[in-house]
């Protein structure tokens, strides 16, 4: 309807031919089950408008509007309270190319009207509908926030009446930002931390049923998302497009199967699992984690036949292959500096093929939190990245009041890094329409324990800022997966940071690239240290692909310092993310 922009009422017409006679909720429902799947959630509402239950609000549903007559929401719920899967709905509540007042149909002028209206009449009735028709409703999925804050707020207050326990996403708008993140068609690097999230992800190209679409994703790369998911704390929302007759498509149901054969016997690496303990990617695959046991997800055995485990203090009891019934150990060996090598024998069974093999690592002494035990005492968990321990804390916190607690049996030197709560809110941009600006960006670097503190300070309102990369400004995802980047604009632009530091010598580390498709004239990118220039990045060296740069050694002493980063004469779109200050011994 919006590709081809339909008039509503001829595209409303097709109604009457939509009869999707060969619709089985439990053969749905029997088929997610058997794939391993926990949660099941359903699209109530697309942009389209059409909704699939009987509503009052609006006779656009699949009850009044259509030959079929009969409620498939009603249908699905009762299969999966038989057969215990949670229930989710998609609602699009902001796009709605059907009711007058929805967004985004401007091609056809009946869309016309008051979205205060459209929010009220329409969206919270059917909202009210959805979650109170149907039994326990588990998720709610919203998807295209916008509107204000007011329809934002009438709308959240609603839906916590109908079902305060409910889990929302993050995509209603405003300051509302759920339960859980959404990525869609893309897995974080690093994952989402402190946040649950889901990646969602089609099957093929398309989210509905596409009779031309036969791209479908290989059974081996459906479980190998799924296993590089869990290893960074995620879920994985896989979706399937049913035909017009109500079925799902036979390529689909196959590689459901198949999943369901894999999931038999390794479902232990994924059910009730947390995100891998290693703060980087292996070369070999993926790492879960449970109690006191790591699952190696493995998608290609090296040559050597050994799969490394850098980092990891605590000592191997025994490992083996997950789908071994016998649980046969598999050899570990230790080097001097207490680097740990599971070794796979030329003569297992096991065949690695395209399908992730898993091993199981048992490791005593009871369940691990993190590769080492740390805590600050009244925070929460903390998170280990490489060298670096990570905790987040309110911002009112007095960081010089911290006494972290922590104990390795490893010889390194470990940098403490204590990340305060971030906070952002949307300000209008004449240039782009709307960015994501962080007013205040607090961060506490240093070297065991004490070192720098910064704080981003934007100089320029219109030129300068932190932007969300899923907004407007489009660049390819930061190296870390990281959501926010600072960015400069034109001639004198800059962003500055207070700093704290010990006397002795740092650099400064960041990430930078050119804004995807922006033609204007490049120019330098200069950092400074209390306004003099320590290091000159040249035109010639940023490029559409992230790249990471650092500072010659610079020489500093105790106290406070600003850091900066300024753009020079002529216009450009830099990005900037990862700045770091480091101790240089």
Known sequence: MFNCKIPIAEYAALAKDFNPVNYDAERWVLAAKNAGMKYLVITAKHHEGFAMFKSAASPFNIVDATPFRRDPLKE??????????????YYS?????????????????????DYDKYTD????????EILTHYGEIAILWYDTGGGNAAQHERIHKAVLDCNPNIIVNDRLGGPYHGDTETPEQNIPANGIPGKDWETCMTMNNTWGYGNNDHNWKSTAELL????KIASKGGNYLLNVG????????????????????????NGAAI????????????????????GNSLYLGVNQLPADRKLTLPDLTTKIARAYFLADAKQVPLTVTTTDKGIQTLVVPESTSMAFGENPVVIAAELPGGPIATILDFVIPGMSEATIRGTRIEVQVPRATDLTKLAPIYQTGSPKTYVVTVVPTLGA????????????????????????????????HQEKVQEAGINLLTGPIHAPPAPDGSRYTAFLRGEGSGISQEIHTDAGNFTVSFDAVKRTGYTSAAIPLTVTIDGKAVFTLEAAKLSDAWGSFTTPVIPLTAGAHTLAFTAG????????????????K
């Open 76 to 89: 699905l719920a009762a299969a999966c309270r038989k057969h215990g899967l949670k229930l989710g709905f």
């Open 242 to 265: 049913p035909n017009e007759l109500g079925e799902i498509p036979a390529a689909s149901l196959e590689r459901l199967q198949q999943v369901s054969e894999w999931m038999k016997v």
């Open 224 to 227: 190998r998302n799924l296993c």
């Open 271 to 290: 059910y009730g699992s947390e995100a891998s303990p290693f703060p980087h990617s292996l070369p070999w695959g993926g790492v879960t984690r449970k």
């Open 569 to 584: 004469a002529g216009d450009s779109m830099d990005l900037i993310d990862n700045v770091g200050t480091h101790y240089a």
């Open 121 to 128: 009449e329409l969206v919270i009735s059917q909202l009210r």
């Open 93 to 113: 509540q902001n796009y709605d190319w059907h009711h007058p007042g929805g967004a985004l149909n401007d091609w056809d002028p009946a869309s016309k009207g």
């Open 425 to 456: 809110a949307g300000v209008a941009n004449p240039s782009f329409e709307q960015f994501d600006f962080l007013n205040e960006y607090d961060e506490t670097l240093g070297k065991n324990p004490s070192g720098a503190s910064w704080i981003f």
